[in-house]
């Protein structure tokens, strides 16, 4: 089973700022990497695919980047609805899909 | 437009039963891959089962193999988990997903809102 690491747990962000959230997968999972935004009492929703591409809807301050084992998930200027958990997903070796264990982007 | 619902949750004791359901409309149902996710309160996501369009591939996370069973109706556009032998550790939002296979790419794209499930005597 691929275990996700991400990191920070929380990262305390100043709105307007920048946000960089990290996952780190136990093998390589190539570019099959998800991220999703879940905001509380909500459904996970997916944000990027594919380690880089943004789903439908998704605004460009929204980036993904990395392959093999280190992924990051950039927010470029943070508004008030960015303010979520955050998880990755991999899909390169399943069963079972596994997701990090979440970064919890707050008000700083 | 997108719809995703799950039902069927609540309080059961351990040991006991319950069924989940999802109920899916604005995408090809029939032949879509569709998963069960949950997350423990406080706690992140964990996948639960897989079963593809057709129903002719399931999987099952180790935690659940052998007490939980997947299963669709393409003809009500229907997704259920059979719940048995329950332990307090199966007390959990679980969400109903839909795998998106998108060019060559398999993330999960529609999801519910999640039905609550909690075990407790």
């Known amino acids: 089973e691929i275990v996700l690491t991400q990191s920070p747990a929380t990262l305390s962000v100043s709105p307007g700022e920048r946000a960089t959230l990290s996952c780190r997968a136990s093998q390589s999972v190539s570019s099959s990497l998800a991220w999703y935004l879940q905001k509380a009492g909500q459904a996970p929703r997916l944000l990027i695919y594919?380690?880089?591409t943004r789903a439908t809807g998704i605004p460009a301050r929204f980036s993904g980047s990395g392959s093999g084992t280190e992924f990051t998930l950039t927010i470029s200027s943070l508004q008030s609805e960015d303010f979520a958990v955050y998880y990755c997903?991999?899909?390169?070796?399943?069963?079972?899909?596994?997701f990090g264990q979440g970064t919890k982007v707050e008000i700083k | 437009e997108v719809q995703v619902v799950e039902s069927g949750g609540g309080l059961v004791q351990p040991g006991g039963s319950l069924r989940l359901s999802c109920a899916a409309s604005?995408?090809?149902?029939?032949?879509?891959?569709m998963n069960w996710v949950r997350q423990a309160p406080g706690k992140g996501l964990e996948w639960v089962s897989y079963?593809?369009?057709?129903?002719?591939?399931?999987y099952y996370a180790d935690s659940v193999r052998g007490r939980f069973t997947i299963s669709r109706d393409n003809a009500k556009n229907s997704l259920y988990l059979q719940m048995n032998s329950l332990r307090a550790e199966d007390t959990a939002v679980y969400y109903c997903?839909?795998?998106?296979?998108?060019?060559?790419?398999?993330?999960?794209?529609?999801w519910g809102q999640g039905t609550l499930v909690t075990v407790s005597s």
């Open positions: 594919g380690a880089s």
């Open positions: 604005g995408f090809p149902f029939s032949t879509s891959g």
């Open positions: 079963i593809s369009g057709p129903s002719v591939t399931i």
């Open positions: 997903q991999q899909y390169n070796n399943w069963p079972p899909w596994t």
């Open positions: 997903a839909r795998l998106w296979p998108v060019g060559g790419d398999y993330p999960f794209d529609h």
